[in-house]
């Protein structure tokens, strides 16, 4: 049986009592492909593949982890409706005050 900790606030989650949420988020360089058809020249996209091609494998890793990264979170229920609010974990003293703990 597998065991699952949420990824917010670290306490076990039990698949028999506690809904699990899974976080997945994509972050990859945004390239729209008419603005690239629109430029004549291709010369970006070739200068990349020679870049991705000549590299050693972990200048290329490297690159790729630049390009495109994927990751995948568990939360419990009350983790996962904090990171609705509040996806990009910013400071929400503006909205709250928890002077008082
Ligand atoms: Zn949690």
Redesign the pocket.
Known sequence: MVHYT??????PLDDQNDLRYVVKIEVYAAVDPLDLEDQDDRDNLDELHDMLEGADEARANELDDAVYQQHRFD??P???KRFMKNPLGRKSTEMFDFSEN
């Open positions: 949420c990824d917010g606030c670290k306490r939360l419990c009350e983790c996962r």
